[in-house]
C-alpha cells in the first residue's frame, strides 16, 4: 500500500533505540533480543568493513531451528541446553541482496547467499521516507502542481512497489511515487493527484522518470476527515459506557514469551514481516494429566492485494503486504480502551532499523480474556418431572491482538484461544478506501470501463482484493496433520 510521507516520518520518530537487556534464559523460538540485533549489526560491518556506506539492513529476524531439535530440548528440558541461537539477515551490500545466517555461540556468519534470481527484500521505513522527499524539489512536478493550482506545502507523496507481470529483465530496486492533497483533510487517500507518477530508483535513491499525463480533478476534501473532533455530534443515541473489571485480575500468565491461561499453554513471538508468532500451542487434558499438542506454528504468511484497475497508474499495483512493507514492521501500538479492553495486558516488540540498530515498538501486542455474553454449551431438561434441571456454562475466550498498518488499511489481526480446544483466527480490514480520481461526477456520464464504482464527484472507488495467507503447522497430539 501507499506509505504517506508524514506517516511513515511519524512513525519511523516515534520508534525509540531502547538499552540493552539480559535475559537469563531464552526459550528457542524467542524474538530476538536488543543486544542481538546489536551483535548482528557489528558481526555484518566487521565482515564488510569496506561496505559501510553501502550496507542496509532490509531485515533481521529469528532463524527458526528445526522443529525436531526444538522438540527434543521441551523433551529434555532443562537437562539439555537449547539449539543454537541464529539470526536471519536480509541486507543490501554493495547493491547485492545478502542472505546471512548468524551463529551467535561462534559470534559469525556462518552462511552468506547472494540472491541472484527475481524478487527484492522487504523496503525500509528510511528508504522510502527518502524516496517520497525527492519528489518534493523536482521542478517539473513543482510546475505540474501550478498547473493544478495546488499548494505545495499541502501535498504529501507515497509510494508504491511496482509489482512483476512477466517481464525476463530485472528492472533494478525500483518504486512509483503518487502524490495526494490535503488541504482541509488529513483523508490523504481521498485526495489523489491523479495522473502524475514518479519512477524512484532506491539503489540510486534518485528519480529516474516522470510523468504528468493529463489533468484530472482532484476530490473534494468536504466530509472527508474521519477524526472524531470533525464529526457532527453523535452518529445516533448516545451509548453508555460498559466496563470490563477483573477484580482478581487476569486468569493468564505471562512467563516470558510464554502464556498459560485456562488449559492452554502457546509461545508467542514477534516478527518484522509476518507480526505475530503463535508456537507450541497445547492444552491440558485433565484426564490424562498432561498437555496435548495441537499447533507448533502459525503466523500470517502473506497477505496480497491486487488492485483490478488497468490504467496506467494503478495497473501495477499488487501488493505483498508481508513481503514487500513487512506486516509486522507496520504494526502500531495500541491505544488503550480503544482498540484493547480496560482488562487487556500489553507486550511490546523489536525490529530492526535500516542500519540495524534495535528499535522499540511499545504495545504491539495486547492480551485479554473476552466474556461477550455468548454461551459455550448449555441444556434446560425439562422430562424428569417435577424437576427443571438447567445447566449453562458461558464462553469465555483469551485474545491475542496486533494491529497492522499498512497504508489506507488496518488489519486488526486476532489469535483467539476457546476453552472447547479450538483456536479462531480472524482478521478485521478497516482503515481508508483508496481512491483514484476521475473526471466524472454522475454515474449516468460513464461511457468506459472505469474498473470502479463511483463514490462521489470525481471520485473512483477501485476494484481489489485482500487475499490473507496463513502458515498452520498442525501438530494434534504430536503428529504432523497438515502445514497450510
Not at 543454537?84 to 559470534?107: C, G, K, M, W, Y
Not at 464462553?395 to 488499511?409: A, F, I, K, W
Request: aromatic share 12%; charged share 20%.
Amino acid at each position: 500500500m501507499a506509505h504517506s510521507l508524514k506517516i511513515l516520518f511519524f512513525l519511523f520518530s516515534t520508534l525509540s533505540i531502547i538499552p540493552l537487556s539480559h535475559q537469563l534464559e531464552q526459550h528457542p523460538l524467542d524474538s530476538l533480543t536488543p543486544n542481538e540485533f546489536i551483535r548482528v549489526q557489528a558481526i555484518v560491518n566487521q565482515s564488510h568493513p569496506t561496505s559501510t556506506t553501502n550496507l542496509t539492513f532490509q531485515y533481521i529476524g529469528l532463524n527458526e531451528p528445526d522443529k525436531q531439535a526444538v522438540l527434543s530440548w521441551l523433551q529434555n528440558h532443562p537437562t539439555t541446553t537449547p539449539p543454537p541461537r541464529q539470526a536471519f539477515v536480509v541486507a543490501r551490500i554493495n547493491h547485492q541482496t545478502h542472505e546471512l545466517i548468524i551463529d551467535f555461540s561462534r559470534d559469525d556468519i556462518v552462511s552468506d547467499r547472494i540472491h541472484h534470481g527475481f524478487g527484492y527484500p522487504s523496503l525500509t521505513f528510511q528508504e522510502l521516507i527518502d524516496a517520497n522527499q525527492l519528489v518534493l524539489n523536482h521542478a517539473p512536478f513543482l510546475a505540474a502542481l501550478n498547473k493544478r493550482g495546488l499548494k505545495l506545502e499541502e501535498v504529501v507523496c507515497g509510494s508504491f512497489t511496482v509489482g512483476w507481470f512477466g517481464e525476463t529483465k530485472q528492472n533494478g530496486r525500483v518504486v512509483k511515487i503518487m502524490c495526494y492533497y490535503l488541504d482541509g483533510t488529513v483523508n490523504l487517500y481521498m485526495r489523489p493527484v491523479e495522473a502524475i507518477t514518479f519512477t524512484v530508483d532506491l539503489e540510486a535513491m534518485k528519480i529516474i522518470h516522470f510523468q504528468d499525463r493529463l489533468v484530472v480533478p482532484v476530490p473534494k476534501a468536504a466530509g472527508t476527515d474521519y477524526r472524531e473532533s470533525k464529526q457532527k455530534p453523535h452518529f445516533g443515541p448516545e451509548l453508555k459506557g460498559i466496563t470490563v473489571v477483573q477484580p482478581d485480575g487476569p486468569s493468564f500468565t505471562i512467563d516470558g514469551s510464554k502464556v498459560r491461561w485456562a488449559n492452554w499453554d502457546f509461545h508467542l513471538s514477534f516478527d518484522a514481516r509476518v507480526g505475530p508468532v503463535v508456537s507450541l500451542a497445547s492444552i491440558y487434558d485433565t484426564e490424562k494429566q498432561e498437555f496435548r499438542r495441537v499447533m507448533y506454528r502459525g503466523f500470517v504468511s502473506e497477505l496480497f492485494v491486487p488492485y483490478m484497475d488497468l490504467t496506467e497508474e494503478w495497473y501495477y499495483r499488487t501488493f505483498f503486504d508481508a513481503g514487500e512493507y513487512g506486516y509486522g514492521l507496520c504494526a502500531v501500538p495500541l491505544e488503550p480502551l480503544r482498540d484493547c479492553p480496560a482488562n487487556a495486558v500489553y507486550m511490546g516488540a523489536y525490529v530492526a532499523a535500516q542500519n540495524g540498530m534495535p528499535i522499540e515498538m511499545p504495545n504491539v501486542f495486547c492480551i485479554f480474556e473476552r466474556n461477550a455474553g455468548d454461551v459455550m454449551w448449555r441444556h434446560t431438561e425439562t422430562m424428569i418431572p417435577p424437576d427443571l434441571i438447567t445447566e449453562v456454562r458461558p464462553d469465555m475466550s483469551l485474545v491475542v491482538r496486533m494491529v497492522s498498518t499498512v497504508g489506507n488499511y488496518d488489519y486488526i489481526n486476532d489469535w483467539e484461544f476457546k476453552q472447547i480446544g479450538s483456536i479462531k483466527v480472524t482478521v478485521g480490514l478497516t482503515g481508508l478506501l483508496e481512491v483514484r480520481g476521475s473526471k466524472y461526477t454522475h454515474k449516468d456520464q460513464i461511457d468506459e470501463e472505469v474498473y470502479g464504482t463511483l463514490l462521489a464527484e470525481n471520485t473512483l472507488g477501485a476494484y481489489h482484493d485482500h487475499f490473507i495467507t496463513y502458515h498452520l503447522d498442525l501438530d494434534v497430539d504430536g503428529k504432523v496433520i497438515g502445514r497450510l
